[in-house]
């Protein structure tokens, strides 16, 4: 229980003029008693904050950048109308900054006996789960000169999923690919292991196609054509170590690999393709297997969303020896991880072989935009110095991609904009050329 500011600021008036210079609450209501009556009857015509029912209902999952509606429903089952100020207190990663103020905060009425909805409107700020704090109640009387205050702990969770700004690309990716399957006027052929159809020659056709028993049988040189096979494996592989912490832009290379993962996902899945999803660095912090066409998506966006980067050294022969259990046919498995120099030599290339020699190895990385900016800076002295360390980081980043390369594994390098179209480029070209 507690006064409130008014009822202070009219003990004070009533109380100066006899002389009290140095008010209490005791000395204040011995000289204004009508003061202290009113209070009295404020404070018993306040309704109780302990009694008071509350519950949640609303969204359970949102986007990154998107909003997400919980309603707080408050039922009064005392014979008093509730008159409260109630703060609905959450992380404040809820929140873009600044807005935590007006969006948790409500007045609310409540008659006797009765129930009333608040809605409170999240914004978060970073993937995971967010739950919800307490609710703080501050009930008061009709003449607004007393308050009765108390928490109830009203538990709900929202999940912040990734926030798959890529899926934009996936029309124009889709149309390729439907290019590549024949649904298209485009008679765009892969050199896939399952025979489609014969169509006539036409200048530009590779002529290792060319059915010669069927243009014995005709007038006009017959051409094989081929359809990118279905139901093939592939296996996401997200390196969460130290390297995936480091920041490009506004978020650390993890968000973009995941982003690029989900467009991948997404356009396999639509092929017919299996798509398996494993996250490692020392041990697995995610695993999604088996899903149907359907639930892919959904059951990969799920399992990224808590997903963060460990500031540790990735075990490089742990997570081949994962994904070879995890991948046990002929597979593509495709790497999002660093190019950077060091964790490769020495994490990567000793168990590369081991991989490559079973299954078709992609190696996608998020290279920094800022490095590509510093490398066409000129001007001055300052910025000539920033483009030779700039060019001298590029270098060495190719050599890296080369040596991957050297060893039959297909790099994609792209700046986090770049990387999910690059990445489902690359797809469709191994789909087009039969190496899945």
């Not at 889709?174 to 020659?201: C, H, M, N, P, Q």
């Not at 995936?244 to 973009?256: C, E, F, I, Q, T």
């Not at 900016?373 to 980081?393: L, S």
Request: include cysteine; charged fraction near 25%.
């Amino acid at each position: 229980m507690a006064f409130t500011g008014r009822a202070a600021l009219l003990a004070a008036l009533g109380a100066l003029p006899v002389g009290i210079w140095e008010p209490s609450w005791t000395g204040i209501l011995a000289v204004n008693a009508p003061l202290a009556l009113a209070c009295a009857c404020d404070a018993a015509l306040a309704a109780p904050v302990r009694r008071l029912g509350l519950t949640r209902s609303g969204d359970t999952s949102v986007r990154l950048g998107d909003t997400a509606d919980v309603t707080l429903t408050i039922t009064n089952p005392s014979g008093r109308p509730l008159r409260a100020h109630l703060r609905d207190a959450w992380p404040p990663s809820s929140w873009e900054a600044g807005t935590e103020v007006a969006s948790s905060r409500h007045h609310v009425s409540v008659p006797a006996g009765e129930r009333r909805r608040v809605t409170t409107r999240l914004r978060p700020t970073r993937r995971g789960d967010r739950q919800a704090d307490r609710v703080t109640i501050r009930s008061y009387g009709p003449l607004g000169l007393f308050a009765r205050q108390g928490n109830h702990k009203v538990p709900w969770s929202v999940r912040v999923l990734p926030p798959f700004t890529s899926r934009k690309h996936l029309p124009s990716k889709l149309a390729r690919l439907r290019e590549l399957d024949g649904r298209t006027s485009v008679l765009t052929r892969g050199e896939g292991t399952e025979f489609d159809s014969l169509r006539e020659y036409v200048p530009g056709d590779d002529t290792r196609s060319i059915d010669w028993r069927a243009t014995a049988r005709r007038t006009t040189v017959a051409v094989r054509t081929w359809r990118p096979e279905r139901d093939r494996h592939i296996l996401l592989v997200l390196d969460t170590g130290r390297t995936s912490a480091g920041r490009v832009g506004d978020a650390p290379r993890l968000d973009a690999s995941m982003d690029a993962a989900l467009l991948l996902a997404a356009l396999a899945s639509r092929a017919g393709d299996r798509v398996d999803l494993l996250a490692y660095d020392r041990r697995v912090r995610a695993l999604v297997q088996g899903r149907a066409a359907g639930d892919v998506l959904p059951s990969l966006v799920n399992a990224m969303a808590g997903l963060e980067p460990e500031l540790v050294e990735t075990d490089a022969r742990g997570l081949a020896a994962i994904a070879l259990r995890t991948a046990p046919r002929r597979s593509l498995i495709v790497l999002l991880t660093s190019l950077d120099a060091a964790p490769v030599e020495e994490g990567l290339l000793p168990v590369l072989s081991g991989l490559t020699q079973r299954h078709t190895v992609l190696v996608a990385s998020v290279a920094d935009p800022y490095i590509v900016r510093m490398a066409k800076a000129r001007g001055d002295a300052e910025a000539v110095y920033e483009a030779a360390a700039a060019a001298q980081a590029q270098t060495e980043r190719q050599r890296t991609a080369e040596q991957l390369r050297r060893r039959g594994v297909t790099v994609v390098d792209a700046i986090p904009d770049d990387l999910a179209p690059a990445l489902a480029d690359a797809y469709l070209a191994l789909k087009a050329a039969g190496r899945l």
